[in-house]
C-alpha cells in the first residue's frame, strides 16, 4: 500500500511533548506539532514572548525537543537572522532557524523586524499563529483582530482597523516563499513547511490558530471553528513567493472552491460560535465582508483568473 | 605585521574588532559610531575580513542579531551611541541575561532633545545595572586594546557575560592619533577563537535544550544571582587580562583604574575616559605650582572597583569627581557611586562633584584647575 501524505505525517518524530502548558484545544500548539514534524530535529526554535513562551512548560522542563531560544518579544526576526549568519559561518548552513511567534508579536510589535529580515532574504522561517490577539496578557486587541471582535481593549466590540494583511505584505517583500496555513489543514500546512524547507531564503507562514478561551468557545470545537473560517471564505489558504524572477501565487485545495462566493457557508456559521463577536451588528459585518472581498480580490489580481 | 597608524578612535575600534577576528557582525548607524561599523562593511566586503556582516533595521535588531550570533558560538560585535544606545536597550539587558559574551564599542554621545551629537557618558552609565562588563577607554590606542580585552574577559569561562568598551564622541571617535596596530598572531595567541563553556544554538552539537523559558522566583533568583557572581569573577580575569596584555604588547592602559600621580596625592580626582586624561594633564601643570593632586582613571565602571577606589581615597583629605554625565535629581553618576563605595568602606573623604563637559562642552585644564584651587581654599 502507497503511503499517503497523512500517513507520513503521523509518522514523523514528535517535537512537541506531552505535558505542556497550553490550554486544551490550543489551535497554536497544533500547528506547532506539525511545523515541527517538517522541520525535523535539526531546527533552533526563536521565540518571542506569547503564549508559546509559557506553554513550552516551566523550568527546569520543556516540552519542545529542538533548541529553543525565548527571546524579548519584538527581536525574534533579528535574532533568528544572527543564529543563522552565525551557523553558516561555522559551516552548519543546513540547519533551519525558525521564529515561532504570535500575531502580536510578528505582525505588530516586531513587524519592522520582520520586515527587515524579509528585505535582507534572510535564510530563516518566520510562523506566525494568528489567534487574533494578544493572549498570553489576557485577550487585548492586536493589529491582526478582526474588527468589531470582543477583546479586553474592545469590550464592546469597537470596530478598530481592518486586521492588517501581513502575508500580503510578505509578498510584496518579493520573499521566496510566502504561505498561509490553518491547523484544521495538518497536511497543508505540513507539505506546506517540507516545502519550505527546500527554499533558500526568507518564509514566512501565517497560521490561523483558534483559541479557545481567547474567542470563546468550547475547547472541543477548535478544527470545526477553523474549518469553518476557510470554508465562510474568512481565511484563505494560498502559497507564493518571487522565485526564478517570478512571483507566484496559488491558491491551495482546500480553498479552491470557495473562490466562488456562491459556494461559500454563510459567514455566520463562522461567527456563531464565538463569543467574541457576540452582539456583531450588521456594521461590523459589512466591515467584515469587505475585509473578506479585499482578501480574494487581492489573490484574485495576483494570482490570475 | 605590527606598524604604527595615525587612526581615529573608530578606526582603533574597528581594527580591534578585526583583529579579535570577529565573526558576525549586526550594526545599524547612528552619529558619532557610523565610521566604526562603515568601515567594518569595508573589510568584510573586501573579503579583508572574514566575517558575516548583517546591515540589519535598527539598533534592537542590531543587538538581537549580535545576542543571536553569539549564542549560536560566533564571535559577534556590534557598535552604537547615544539615541541608538537607548532604542536597543531592552536587548542589553537580554543579552547579559542570556549570558552572550558580546563585545560593543559605545561612542558616547549627548541624548536628546535638544538633538546633540557631541560627547557625554550618561547614555551608556544608563545600562550599568544590566550585567554588562564596562570599559572606558581614553585615547585610541587604548579603544582598540580594550576591545581586544574585552573579549577575553566576556569569553572566559568564570564570566561569560557581554562588554562594552566606550570612547568618546569626536573626541575620540573622529580625532586622529597614532595607534599600534597589532601583529595578528599575537593577537590570536593572546585571544584564542571563542570556545563556549556552554551549549550552543545548534543541533549539531547541542542536544535540545530551552533557553530563558519562564521559571518561578526561586529559581529565577538563583539564574540572577549567576550573573553576581560572573561579575564579581570578572574583576581578577580583568587584572589578569590587563597583566597578560602587558606582557605580549608592552601596553599598560591599566586594570580596572589606571593612576597618576596618586603616591604622594593630597587630593584625588576620579573621572573616566578622556575627562581623566585631560584631568591628568591638568595635574602636572597644578603640581608645578604646589597643589599635589593626583588622578584615578576609573577604567571599568562594571564591576565597579569599589576597594581600591576606598583605599586611594582613604589616603587623601579631599576627593573630586569629575562627571560628564547627570542622573537628574540625584548626582552626577560616578559621584554617587564613589560616595557610596567611601560609605560602605566607612572611608570619610569628602567628595565634591563637578559635573562638566555636558553634550560636548569643553573642559578645559582652567575648569579643572578652578575646581581643584577651590577645594585647597576651604
Ligand atoms: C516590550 C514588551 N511589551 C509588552 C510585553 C507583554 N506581552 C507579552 S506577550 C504579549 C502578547 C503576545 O501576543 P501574541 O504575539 O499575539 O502571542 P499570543 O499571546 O497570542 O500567543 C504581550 C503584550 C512584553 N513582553 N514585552
Ligand atoms: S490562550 Fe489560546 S493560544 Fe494561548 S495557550 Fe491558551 S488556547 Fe493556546
Ligand atoms: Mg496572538
Given at each position: ?305 | 605585521?605590527?606598524?604604527?597608524d595615525?587612526i581615529t578612535g573608530n578606526d582603533a575600534a574597528a581594527w580591534g574588532a578585526r583583529l579579535s577576528?570577529v565573526?558576525?557582525i549586526?550594526a545599524?548607524?547612528i552619529?558619532p559610531q557610523t565610521t566604526i561599523v562603515e568601515k567594518l562593511a569595508e573589510w ?5 575580513m ?27 560585535f556590534t557598535a552604537t551611541a ?21 563585545v560593543m564599542a559605545v561612542v558616547n ?15 551608556a ?10 570599559f572606558w577607554a581614553s585615547n585610541n590606542q587604548e579603544a582598540l586594546d580594550s576591545i581586544i580585552q574585552a573579549y ?11 562588554a562594552m568598551v566606550m570612547l568618546e564622541g569626536f573626541v575620540l571617535s573622529h580625532t586622529a592619533m597614532?595607534v599600534?596596530i597589532h ?90 575616559g ?105
Open positions: 500500500m502507497t503511503k499517503t501524505i497523512l500517513d507520513e505525517l503521523i509518522e514523523a518524530d514528535e517535537f512537541l511533548l506531552p505535558g505542556n502548558t497550553a490550554c486544551p484545544g490550543c489551535g497554536s500548539t497544533l500547528a506547532l506539532r506539525y511545523a515541527l514534524k517538517a522541520l525535523g530535529k535539526d531546527t533552533v526554535l526563536v521565540i518571542p514572548a506569547s503564549c508559546s513562551s509559557v506553554y513550552q512548560a516551566i523550568y527546569p522542563k520543556v516540552s519542545f525537543k529542538v533548541i529553543t531560544f525565548n527571546v524579548a518579544f519584538a527581536s525574534a526576526a533579528a535574532v533568528a537572522s544572527g543564529v543563522k549568519q552565525a551557523l553558516v559561518k561555522k559551516g552548519y548552513e543546513d540547519v533551519n532557524v525558525a521564529v515561532w511567534g504570535g500575531d502580536g508579536g510578528l505582525i505588530d510589535i516586531g513587524a519592522a523586524t520582520v520586515s527587515g529580515a524579509a528585505e535582507r532574504n534572510e535564510d530563516i522561517f518566520v510562523f506566525v499563529y494568528d489567534n487574533e490577539a494578544y493572549m498570553n496578557t489576557g485577550i487585548q486587541r492586536s493589529g491582526s483582530t478582526p474588527p468589531g471582535a470582543r477583546t479586553t481593549t474592545t469590550p464592546l466590540g469597537k470596530i478598530v482597523g481592518f486586521k492588517k494583511p501581513m502575508s500580503f505584505l510578505m509578498l510584496l517583500h518579493g520573499v521566496p516563499y510566502v504561505a498561509t496555513a490553518n491547523v484544521a489543514y495538518p497536511t497543508d500546512l505540513y507539505e506546506k513547511v517540507k516545502r519550505a524547507k527546500k527554499i533558500k531564503g526568507f518564509k514566512f507562514i501565517h497560521i490561523f490558530a483558534p483559541c479557545p478561551p481567547g474567542w470563546r468557545f468550547d475547547d472541543s470545537k477548535t478544527i470545526e471553528v477553523a474549518r469553518l473560517a476557510v470554508e465562510t471564505g474568512y481565511w484563505i489558504l494560498w502559497e507564493g513567493g518571487y522565485r526564478d524572477g517570478k512571483l507566484n501565487l496559488t491558491l491551495s485545495p482546500p480553498s479552491r472552491p470557495y473562490k466562488d462566493p456562491s459556494k461559500r457557508k454563510p459567514l455566520e456559521e463562522f461567527l456563531k460560535y464565538q463569543g467574541r463577536f457576540r452582539g456583531f451588528d450588521e456594521e461590523s459585518l459589512k466591515r467584515l465582508r469587505n475585509w473578506i472581498d479585499y482578501q480574494w480580490s487581492f489573490i484574485d489580481n495576483l494570482a490570475g483568473k | 605585521m605590527e606598524r604604527y595615525v577576528r565573526e558576525v549586526a545599524y548607524p552619529t568584510v566586503d573586501k573579503g579583508e572574514d566575517a558575516r556582516y548583517i546591515a540589519v533595521e535598527s539598533e534592537h535588531s542590531a543587538m538581537s542579531a549580535t545576542m543571536g550570533a553569539s549564542a549560536a558560538g560566533a564571535r559577534a547615544s539615541q541608538g544606545f537607548l532604542y536597543m536597550l531592552e536587548m542589553i539587558s537580554w543579552a547579559a541575561g542570556a549570558r552572550t559574551p558580546i554621545r549627548a541624548l536628546g532633545p535638544p538633538w546633540n551629537i557631541w560627547s557625554e557618558h550618561t547614555d552609565l544608563m545600562a550599568r545595572d544590566t550585567g554588562w562588563i564596562q577575553r574577559v566576556a569569553e572566559d569561562k568564570r564570566v561569560i557575560l557581554p597614532p599600534k601583529d595578528q598572531s599575537k593577537v590570536d595567541q593572546y585571544l584564542p577563537p571563542y570556545n563556549p563553556p556552554h551549549y550552543v544554538l545548534n543541533p549539531k552539537l547541542s542536544e535540545p535544550f530551552a533557553y530563558g523559558n519562564i521559571l518561578f522566583p526561586w529559581d529565577y533568583v538563583k539564574v540572577r544571582l549567576a550573573i553576581q557572581k560572573a561579575m564579581e569573577n570578572s574583576v581578577d580575569v580583568i587584572k589578569q587580562a590587563a597583566r597578560e596584555f602587558q606582557e605580549i604588547f608592552g601596553i599598560w592602559h591599566g586594570d580596572l583604574i589606571k593612576e597618576a600621580y596618586t603616591d604622594d596625592a593630597e587630593v584625588l580626582i576620579f573621572a573616566l578622556t575627562v581623566a586624561e585631560q584631568a591628568e594633564a591638568t595635574a602636572e601643570l597644578l603640581r608645578k605650582d604646589g597643589y599635589k593632586v593626583g588622578v584615578v582613571k576609573v577604567r571599568v565602571t562594571r564591576p565597579f572597583p569599589k576597594p581600591e577606589i576606598a583605599k586611594l581615597a582613604s589616603k587623601v583629605s579631599h576627593v573630586i569627581v569629575i562627571d560628564r554625565d547627570i542622573s537628574f535629581g540625584w548626582d552626577g553618576i560616578l559621584a554617587g557611586e564613589i560616595k557610596a563605595t567611601l560609605h560602605d568602606y566607612k572611608v570619610d573623604t569628602p567628595v565634591t562633584t563637578k559635573i562638566m563637559g555636558i553634550g560636548g562642552d569643553d573642559i578645559l585644564p582652567e575648569h579643572i584647575e578652578k575646581a581643584v584651587k577651590e577645594v585647597y581654599n576651604k
